[in-house]
């Protein structure tokens, strides 16, 4: 066993998808009160993670209002 530290872990959140299935863009819907993507980034921020950085495409100019102020890139 190694006595190394683990390397840091970089999160990369995808929410890039056009959810032409789902009808409306899924990283905007509504669980207990708040936006999806907003879960995903709060959960990815407890991890400790230096660097969480979240991928759009499709509905970014929709997404983006909802991720606000959250120390993503």
Do not use: D, W
């Not at 006595?3 to 959140?13: D, G, K, S, Y």
């Not at 230096?50 to 929709?62: D, K, N, Q, S």
């Amino acid at each position: 066993m190694s006595n190394r530290p683990a390397p840091a872990l970089h999160v990369l959140i995808l929410a890039a998808g056009g959810s032409t299935r789902f009808g409306s863009p899924k990283a905007l819907t509504r669980l207990a009160g708040r936006a999806l993507i907003q879960h995903v980034i709060a959960r990815a921020l407890a991890l400790g993670s230096p660097a969480v950085t979240v991928v759009l495409g499709a509905h970014a100019r929709e997404i983006v209002p909802a991720i606000g102020s959250a120390p993503v890139s």
